[in-house]
């Protein structure tokens, strides 16, 4: 599967094949921009190729038009790969180092992705109402133990999507956990049994913080 940025050749191979043959490429990009790059043939209109790059993530449809002997109309879809994900600065909660040196083995070759998942769990369902000391640059905690729970907790959840999946959301979201004297208790009826979508351990470290820590933090209660 080819990259964002990747310059390649494509090629058809028309037979049967003569003096007369002649091929056109149309490509038509993701965003539906269509091209129509040179062609050429090496072999007398046997082989055609022609050079293209792709600059965008997507499905590329290449479609090949054959005129004279051999005349034909083909098509081919490619799937081009984004570039390797970097997470922007911002709220990110922890580092591929600090993930690598929690789960204690080499991280997922997506952990800048799923680091930024975990954050952004973190944000919406815990501390949409929190209130806490954050880098006016940054928005992360500037507590040392403010910032140490939070990124314990992502990893936990990072390690869980390991285990479970990170699209687990099959019997709903959290139900029945206590953090201090908050109570969050999520859903209804039948997806009360089966597992959760949070990490068990997620919870457990916003609850290790010290209580003069928790007290100055308005945990959001659903």
């Not at 293209?52 to 083909?74: E, I, K």
């Not at 975990?118 to 928005?139: C, E, I, N, W």
């Not at 285990?163 to 208790?185: A, C, F, H, M, N």
């Amino acid at each position: 599967m080819p990259d964002v940025g990747d310059t390649v050749t494509a090629s058809l191979t028309v037979d049967p094949f003569d003096a007369t043959t002649t091929a056109v490429l149309t490509v038509t990009s993701p965003s539906g921009v269509v091209s129509a790059p040179p062609v050429g043939t090496a072999d007398n209109g046997k082989t055609w190729t022609a050079a293209l790059t792709y600059t965008a993530a997507g499905v590329w449809l290449l479609s090949w038009t054959v005129t004279g002997t051999g005349a034909s109309v083909q098509h081919e879809r490619v799937s081009v790969a984004p570039a390797p994900f970097v997470a922007a600065p911002g709220r990110v909660y922890a580092t591929t180092t600090q993930l690598a040196e929690y789960l204690g083995a080499a991280p997922p070759l997506d952990s800048a992705r799923l680091l930024l998942e975990a954050s952004r769990l973190l944000d919406r369902d815990f501390l949409p109402a929190a209130v806490y000391d954050v880098d006016k640059v940054t928005g992360l905690p500037t507590d040392p133990e403010v910032a140490a729970a939070f990124t314990e907790a992502v990893c936990a959840q990072v390690e869980f999507w390991g285990e479970v999946g990170v699209e687990t959301d099959i019997s709903g979201p959290l139900q029945g956990v206590s953090i201090g004297s908050v109570q969050l208790q999520y859903g209804a009826g039948d997806n009360r049994s089966g597992p959760s979508y949070y990490a068990p351990k997620l919870v457990r470290a916003l609850q290790a913080l010290p209580g003069d820590k928790f007290s100055s933090i308005a945990w959001a209660a659903y």
